[in-house]
């Protein structure tokens, strides 16, 4: 089983003696859990603002980074400027990234994001062509994807709901723009943040949601006649529209 190809992803490699210490005071996962499997995790603004989201994957002699492409090159970029003098090499591979539902192969990883996702694997195959309609797997749990609902410089991981899937870590100690993170967590209620709606009709991804002609929040990926938006919780009750289309919230994660 080879699994479907995710053309769509680049992979990194962070080699090195300090490979670990490096990325652990970056990211905001902690990377011990590398021994249990895949690890998702974000890298953050000073200020705590999204820019990129990435899975870490256990390697023997190295680190990998399971990345979309469309990150790759800034997130490598990033890295690099904080190698500094740590012991570390931080290089683009030539890996290929497939994904599947059901039976995984040897060598393939769980998504630790939610049971629905499947596993991933990294290696030399191509992968078949994809035919699963991820999207739709993604609205029913409510998965932000990088480029989509995540945006760089924008986007807070608590409003994204890192924490529901797996992806922060509160007690690791500190990386790049834990304190606001930390300071969300735990000294304000969470007002705003994804959630999942029933759309009835369609909008392009990033539609305006209004509610009693106030600005609610924005409609982004849509399937099943439901759809991942941000809301502002206050202004989310009752039926709302997303330019022609009626939106109702479900349920916040």
């Keep these: 089983m080879i699994g479907e190809a995710a053309p769509d992803r680049r992979v990194l490699e962070v080699s090195g003696g300090d490979r670990v210490d490096f990325l652990q005071g970056l990211v905001s996962n902690d990377l011990r859990k590398l021994e249990g499997g895949l690890v998702y995790a974000a890298l953050l603004t000073p200020q705590g603002k999204y820019l990129a989201d990435f899975f870490l994957v256990p390697g023997d002699g190295r680190i990998l980074i399971d990345v979309h492409v469309d990150q790759a090159e800034g997130l490598l970029r ?5 190698k500094l003098r740590a012991d570390v090499t931080i290089a683009v591979t030539g890996m290929r ?5 059901g039976p995984a192969p040897a060598g393939a990883f769980d998504d ?14 191509e992968g078949t062509a994809p035919e699963i309609d991820w999207d739709a797997i993604r609205v029913a749990a409510c998965i932000p994807e990088a480029g989509i609902e995540l945006i760089p410089d924008d986007t807070y991981i608590l409003e994204a709901g890192f924490e ?12 790049v723009g834990q304190e606001v993170t930390a300071r969300m967590k735990h000294k304000t209620e969470l007002r705003k943040g994804f959630a999942t709606v029933t759309v009835e009709g369609a909008a392009p ?3 305006e949601i209004l509610s009693a002609g106030k600005p609610a929040g ?36």
Excluded at 97 to 101: A, M
């Design 97 to 101: 990234v497939t994904r599947g539902l």
């Design 78 to 82: 990033r890295l690099s400027m904080y």
């Design 164 to 175: 529901r899937l797996n992806g922060v870590d509160f007690r690791k100690g500190c990386y």
């Design 112 to 125: 630790p994001r939610h049971p629905s996702l499947g596993w991933r694997h990294y290696g030399a195959e």
């Design 218 to 253: 924005r409609l982004f990926t849509q399937a099943g006649g439901r759809g991942i938006a941000w809301l502002r919780f206050d202004r989310a009750d009752g039926e709302m529209t997303a330019g022609a289309a009626t939106v109702t919230l479900v349920r916040v994660p």
């Design 205 to 207: 991804v990033g539609t």
